[in-house]
């Protein structure tokens, strides 16, 4: 059984935390899916990963490409499975379940706390996982660091 961590951004935009926290899973040996709401926006994502250093390069592929199974990372829109993922990281306001929790060794949830929407629905997902029995724990960007904030389960 897995837990999941909210990231609250507000200070460093999604384009630049996210490649971070994918090195972290990848660094844990994971695979894993980067789930979204919109298309579009995940083919943005795509272009910004390959537009990372050299020496930080995520291998990772878009969702619905003939070698989704071996990718590392794969961005989509779709439930988890198309690279037998073991960590999801969902962006811009993508459901994540009490299933994907239970499923998954971790479950980030990255939002963007300078849009009062974005928090709402975070802080519903909290409410909704955590009454579900899910570990959760909260992150908030302070001062240029990341500081645990809450954790319950």
Not at 26 to 49: F, K, N, T
Not at 136 to 150: I, L, P
């Amino acid at each position: 059984m897995g837990a999941v961590y909210f990231y609250h951004l507000t200070q460093t935009p999604l384009e630049r935390t996210l490649p971070q926290l994918l090195g972290k899973a990848r660094q844990a040996g994971w695979r894993i899916a980067v789930r979204g709401s919109d298309p579009a926006r995940m083919a943005w994502l795509d272009q910004q990963l390959w537009l990372g250093a050299d020496d930080s390069f995520l291998p990772h592929g878009l969702a619905g490409g003939p070698h989704d199974a071996e990718q590392p990372v794969l961005l989509g829109t779709d439930a988890v499975g198309g690279n037998n993922a073991e960590c999801l990281m969902a962006v811009d306001g993508a459901d994540v379940s009490a299933e994907d929790v239970h499923r998954l060794e971790r479950v980030c949830v990255l939002f963007d706390g300078n849009d009062a929407t974005a928090l709402n629905h975070a802080r519903g997902q909290w409410k909704a996982l955590t009454d579900a029995g899910c570990a959760a724990q909260y992150w908030s960007e302070d001062g240029g660091r990341w500081e645990k904030k809450a954790e319950k389960g």
